[in-house]
């Protein structure tokens, strides 16, 4: 299996403008999470879905970030409008059952917001 | 809220030196803790995963217990070697159907 993977692998984008996040979990995983990483702040949940239903979405800053996942083998996280504070790597993740179970993480991508 | 210590922060050793990473937790009602490695620039490779049942778990050079009563789990790591170089971080799932994370120790094994 190719593991969790995310694109794009870096991001640089303009104040104000839209991003959108990629994310394909690995086959046969039924929850896929979405972490932010910072210095200040480390790792933290953004969102969990469990059966492509958003489970717990209360990590998710404020209104500017969205996630969906359409289908079981896909997800997007998107930040509209974009702003430099939200400059961090971001990760998702896929485990088989329940959230609590072993997790495995993609490659993340490192979005910087000018 | 479940909160993660992870202490110290940064440790360097001689090639060779056995070593233990430290990780305790706030809530004892917890269902597995996961041990992970992070390489800069990298995302997070799963090492370890203890069930609340369990006590500890071995792969290779390394080995995780659990002490749940006391919030406490630990990675001891055998012969460490400069391949061994990284930040490893804890996470500790509670009932929230999500992981806690530590926010890890930077290990540093000199040749």
């Known amino acids: 299996d190719a593991g969790v993977i995310q694109s794009p692998r870096h991001e640089v984008t303009e104040m104000g403008q839209e991003v959108t996040l990629r994310c394909k979990p690995i086959?046969?995983?039924?929850?896929l999470f979405w972490y932010r990483q910072t210095m200040m702040r480390g790792l933290e949940l953004l969102i969990y879905f469990n059966n492509n239903v958003p489970i717990d979405d209360s990590g998710m800053p404020e209104d500017r970030f969205s996630a969906k996942m359409p289908n079981a083998s896909f997800s997007t996280l998107k930040i509209q409008p974009s702003e430099p504070r939200d400059s961090a790597v971001y990760f998702c993740?896929?485990?088989f059952g329940p959230g609590y179970n072993e997790q495995f993480f993609g490659p993340g991508t490192r979005l910087t917001v000018l | 809220k479940q909160e993660v210590t992870q202490i110290p922060a940064a440790l360097s050793v001689p090639e060779g030196e056995n070593l233990v990473l430290n990780c305790s937790f706030t809530d004892s009602a917890i269902y597995n803790l996961q041990w992970f490695r992070q390489d800069p620039g990298k995302g997070l490779t799963s090492l370890l995963l203890?069930?609340?049942?369990?006590r500890e778990q071995t792969s290779g050079r390394l080995n995780a217990s659990l002490d749940k009563s006391s919030g406490r789990s630990t990675l001891y790591i055998a012969a460490s070697q400069p391949g061994d170089s990284a930040t490893y971080l804890c996470?500790?799932?509670?009932?929230?159907?999500?992981?806690?994370f530590g926010t890890g120790t930077s290990l540093t094994v000199i040749p």
């Open positions: 203890i069930q609340s049942s369990q």
């Open positions: 086959s046969g995983h039924n929850s």
């Open positions: 993740a896929s485990s």
């Open positions: 996470a500790v799932s509670g009932t929230g159907n999500q992981f806690y």
